[in-house]
């Protein structure tokens, strides 16, 4: 689950142990740097650049998670060193908006730090939050539902889909497969499996 630093993803991860790991997004960080500003600042944007211009060079040829995950070694990881050597040596007051960048980055640099290890995992969740524009205008259209069950079945829906979309699945495709494999009794099917099939 790739996320923004708010605390409930940790917390739901860690009392489900196992159920989901938390990584966290980088264009959140990049976000608060850029909102402070100065020279300081422009290094962690900088360093951050570096990072999404070696996804940028990967997204030029056919996907290979193989070679997506050798680039993050050989080119993301020292980028990632660069940037933690620099973040713990830079001073600034801790409520300065300089400080609580380079905070914001410290509290959540094991879930940063993740998509080294799992070439799955993206370096944000920007494509996640740009799927989400559609049910956030549409919601009064549930207003209507009148149910808790109602609302969580269309949350649970929008998700698929969207989830569908990223991965590459024709929606209706992967909706078809995931209901006869329900009716067949068999274990849910989600979109990333869907396409590997």
Known sequence: LVTDGYAVYAAVAKQRAGGFRVAHCWAHVRRKFLECGGPEAEVAVRLIGELYQVEREYQTSPPDVGRLHALRQER???????????ALQVRALPESALGKALGYL??????????LDDALIPLDNNATERALRGPVVGRKNHYG???RRG??????LYSLL???KRCGVEPKAYLRAAVLAALNGEPPLLPHLHAAT
């Open 76 to 86: 993301s990881r020292p980028v990632v060193s660069r940037l933690h050597a620099w």
């Open 106 to 115: 410290g509290n959540l640099w094991p879930g940063l730090t993740r998509f």
């Open 145 to 147: 539902s009148r149910s």
């Open 151 to 156: 609302t969580e079945v269309a949350a649970i």
């Open 162 to 164: 969207e989830s569908a």
